[in-house]
């Protein structure tokens, strides 16, 4: 792209249409200050916008509108306005006195000799020309969609143009979505995820809480829309279910249902549980030590009614207070009401799920009724985020820098990601440790939260592409932007989306940040992805509606 | 306005900052305070456009005999301030010259000579001179002059010899270059912006 016209293309010809106004201060870090043209309504902008900067050198620079702001050249003037009803005055003031400003953060820039633009390292010369950017110009940045780059919305205002993420690059590190309750985090991350699995980039394990990623998601407003094992016929998603009543009930297949053998269950994988289940520092202390003493089979003695010699003995030898015991005995009654753990040694549940997620299969684990019991969501977890994690390490040991003996690329999708990364446990969770070890081993999370300053910062600093809906508490939004340059410009941006189906998406993926609508999960979407037209499914439901009606 | 070609005078003092007129007139032919008038310079090679901002009235023999009069009847009075050719004395400040078909907006190179004759700019000009408004600062930068009043006074003019429809654009544009020139001070400004108003 050396030639000047090509040049103009690729950030559109500007010749003969008015600059939105023109740089008059502002720095690399803060930001550039835009004096607004006074022959435009300051109305008609809007933060999120994208502006390109016709620099003195031939170089172009692409920003971001992040604030807009009324300024005068006399600062008496807001004391001293023109009249109310005085219109002559006030369009003659407009003119000089007052005017518009804007906060215009600086993302990317673009040489002459360059055909990417690239990250910026310098602003705009005083006074150079400011133009709204093109869709065109936004179409350029986001680059085209292909195998690897997912169409995840269009930038505001610009429904033409598409805003694409690029796959590899998502989950080549950690990601979050983020946003209060209600603002599309769940809708958003099956698309995510329905991109990821239909580019064959990454398997995913999915600890799907509230039955939102599997079958038949309720929405809203109350109609249902599919679940990724129905977008996915042919094997790429398997079901696997805690709870198989409620999956059968809802009309979901599955593919397996999990059980967990109580002797399967170590040590590590109740300490989790210790604030939930009201474990002391002591109780939680003690337990290593009664799973050594009672073997595999601990759960199954501390929760058996009948008499256990050797636990009197203990007692009684002092190696454990007795008052200690009764409370564990007592904690550990949850277990039994949890209908996923057996008694006994359990099966090759995990095994399995590897061996699905390293063939290329995506497993949606349903918790079913369980997904209301934190404690079993955190539970089932992090067990089998533990056990699935070793069998990646020993893998990638194994191959020893052979690329294709690595294992398959594995992104873990957990809701309330803030109970399983808060400060007090990310340190020595296998969640905190998949966050920090970046993809030394192939696995990153992929975290779905409405609370992230839950999140312990240094696991957020780690993540790398975030995609963040509304969130209105400051402390969220701070921690969102941690390790972010220039994060300051983009708050006003975050704080201003709308409160459904909007998205700021920064870091990683995409080449700056940009505010999306994001793409709607619907029809279209399904025909997108390669789902078969369902005209036969429809009639299929339409047969059951009638059996129903008429019990045919 | 009266016709172009009727000249308002002649010139009997000058610097390059501005001139001063004489003339004997009747009342109803004096020029007004901000009107547009041109004087030729430079053996005629420019004309020096000037912005009247002061007129005084000489007091003459007649003025002082009549003054001084026990009982004036409202006929001579009449007669006195109507018909009389009085003598007038205006001054005006220089806002630019032209040269050619050419206005410049900046200090003549010279003044005006004396006794050249002093016109009123024609409607034409008036439109064409004020086309531009770097005058503006011109005026505003004179002191003790009451130049607000002035500015006013020959916006007020350069829009009247504008077709209707275009006026009120005019004097927008016009009060915000006012804006920029003044906008320290709002006091200032208010009281401008009003007597711009059309
Ligand atoms: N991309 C989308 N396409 C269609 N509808 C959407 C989309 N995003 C959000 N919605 C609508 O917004 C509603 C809420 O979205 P969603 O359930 O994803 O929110 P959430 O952030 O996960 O909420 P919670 O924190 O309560 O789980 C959906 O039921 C749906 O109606
Ligand atoms: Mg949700």
């Known amino acids: 792209m050396t ?49 390109v900067i016709q620099g003195k050198s031939g170089r172009k620079f692409f920003g971001l509108v992040t604030d807009i702001a009324l300024d005068a050249t006399n600062p008496d003037l807001v004391r001293q306005p023109p009249a109310p009803d005085d219109a002559f005055a006030a369009e003659v003031y407009s003119r000089q006195v007052a005017y518009g400003m804007l906060s215009v953060s600086p993302m990317l820039m673009l040489d002459p000799e360059d055909d990417q633009p690239r990250p910026n390292k310098t602003v705009p010369a005083h006074f150079a020309p400011v133009h709204e950017a093109s869709a065109e110009d936004v179409e350029r940045v986001f680059g085209a969609e292909d195998e690897k780059h997912l169409f995840l919305g269009t930038p505001l205002d610009m429904e033409a143009v598409h805003v694409n993420l690029d796959l590899d690059r998502f989950v080549e590190r950690s990601s979050g979505v983020f946003g209060k309750s209600g603002t599309g985090k769940s809708f958003l991350t099956r698309i995510l995820l329905a991109g ?121 030898d002092e190696r454990i207070v007795s008052s200690t015991l ?48 934190l404690a079993a969501y955190i539970l089932v977890a992090n067990y089998l985020t533990r056990r699935v994690h070793e069998r990646y390490v020993r893998k990638m040991n194994e191959a020893v820098g052979k690329k294709a003996d690595e294992p398959r690329p594995l992104v873990i999708v957990i809701e309330e990601a803030h109970k399983f990364l808060d400060p007090a446990v990310a340190g020595h969770t296998v969640f905190g440790n998949i966050a920090r070890e970046l993809r030394k081993y192939n696995v990153t999370l992929l975290i779905v939260d409405q609370r992230p300053s839950g999140i312990d910062d240094e696991v957020m600093s780690q993540i790398g592409t975030r995609v963040t809906c509304l969130l209105d508490n400051e402390a969220d939004i701070r921690a969102v932007f941690s390790g972010v340059s220039g994060a300051g410009a983009l708050r006003e941006v975050l704080a201003r989306l709308d409160t459904r189906q909007q998205a700021l998406i920064l870091g990683h993926a995409v080449p700056m940040p940009v505010v999306v609508r994001t793409r709607d999960y619907d029809e279209a979407f399904y025909q997108w992805l390669g789902a078969t037209d369902d005209a036969g499914e429809r009639k299929q439901r339409a047969k059951r509606g009638s059996e129903a009606l008429f019990g045919e | 306005m009266t016709s172009d070609d009727k000249a308002i005078g002649r010139v009997t003092r000058c610097s390059t900052r501005g001139f001063v007129g004489a003339v004997r007139l009747p009342e109803p032919e004096w020029p007004v305070f901000g009107t547009f008038c041109r004087a030729e310079a430079q053996q005629g090679h420019s004309q020096v456009i000037g912005l009247i901002y002061d007129l005084s009235i000489e007091d003459d023999e007649l003025a002082r005999q009549l003054a001084a009069t026990e009982s ?33 907006q900046s200090l003549p190179p010279q003044p005006p ?12 000009d008036v439109r064409k001179f004020t086309a531009q408004l770097d005058f503006l600062k011109l005026v505003i930068a004179v002191q003790e002059i009451p130049v607000d009043d002035l500015l006013a006074a020959a916006l ?11 006026r009120r654009a005019y004097l927008v544009e016009a009060a915000a270059e006012c804006a920029r020139l003044v906008g320290r001070d709002l006091t200032r400004l208010e009281s401008l912006v009003r007597s711009l108003r059309p």
């Open chain 2, 156 to 166: 007020q003019t350069a829009a009247a010899a504008r077709p209707e429809s275009e």
């Open chain 1, 196 to 316: 990821i699995i239909r580019a064959g980039r990454a398997s995913a394990l999915i600890f799907d809480m509230h039955n939102d990623y599997g079958w038949a998601v309720k929405e809203e407003g109350g109609h249902e829309v599919k679940g990724l094992r129905q977008l996915f016929p042919g094997g790429q998603v398997s079901v696997v279910t805690l709870d198989e009543d409620t999956s059968r009930s809802r009309g979901s297949k599955v593919d397996r249902v999990l059980k967990i053998g109580t002797q399967q269950i170590e040590p590590e994988d109740v300490e989790m549980l210790s604030g939930l289940l009201g474990l002391s520092d002591v109780q939680t202390g003690a337990l290593p030590f009664l799973r050594r003493r009672l073997g595999p089979g601990w759960i199954d003695r501390l929760l058996s009614d009948t008499p256990d010699d050797e636990l009197e003995k203990m007692v009684e």
């Open chain 1, 3 to 51: 030639n000047k016209s090509e040049m103009d293309t690729y950030f559109g010809e500007r010749k003969g249409e008015t600059p939105l106004g023109m740089v008059v201060g502002g720095s690399l870090s803060s930001g550039l200050l835009v004096k607004l043209d006074s022959r435009l309504s300051i109305e008609r902008l809007a933060v999120g916008r994208y502006v």
């Open chain 1, 326 to 373: 009764g409370a564990i005995q007592r904690k550990f009654e949850f277990f039994r009401r949890m209908g996923f753990l057996v008694p006994g040694a359990g099966d090759d549940a995990v095994d399995d799920i590897f061996r699905r997620l390293n063939q290329g299969s995506s497993v949606v684990l349903e918790f079913g009724r369980y997904g209301n019991t």
């Open chain 2, 72 to 104: 004036l009847s409202p006929e001579q009075l009449a007669d006195s301030q109507v018909n009389r050719q009085v003598p007038v004395e205006y001054r005006a400040l220089a806002v630019g010259y032209r040269h050619g078909e050419r206005f410049v």
């Open chain 2, 113 to 124: 000579l004396t006794l050249a004759p002093i016109h009123r700019l024609s409607d034409a």
